[in-house]
């Protein structure tokens, strides 16, 4: 979600990568996640998302969003 939201909002992009990042640490520590799970995690989500913005219409509704939170 971190990826997709910067993508609307990027001068929020440092502030969600490091929430998630806490997230998954955070998921290590309580022991329902290894730090493999948080590290491909990761690599999805960006791998994901990249996938995603290749799409027109996807692309469009992100910069529709974005152009609605300028007004």
């Known amino acids: ?4 939201i910067s993508e ?3 001068e929020k992009e ?3 990568t490091m929430e998630a990042e806490q997230i998954a640490e955070n998921r290590e520590i309580a022991g329902v996640h290894y ?3 948080s590290k491909a995690g990761k690599l999805l989500a960006r791998q994901f998302v990249d996938l995603l913005l290749t799409n027109p219409e996807i692309k469009s509704l992100i910069n529709l969003a974005r152009s609605e939170l300028e007004q």
Do not use: C, K, R, V
Request: proline fraction near 8%; glycine fraction near 8%.
């Open 8 to 10: 609307i909002l990027p």
């Open 14 to 16: 440092t502030g969600l």
């Open 35 to 37: 730090e493999s799970d």
């Open 1 to 4: 979600m971190a990826y997709l």
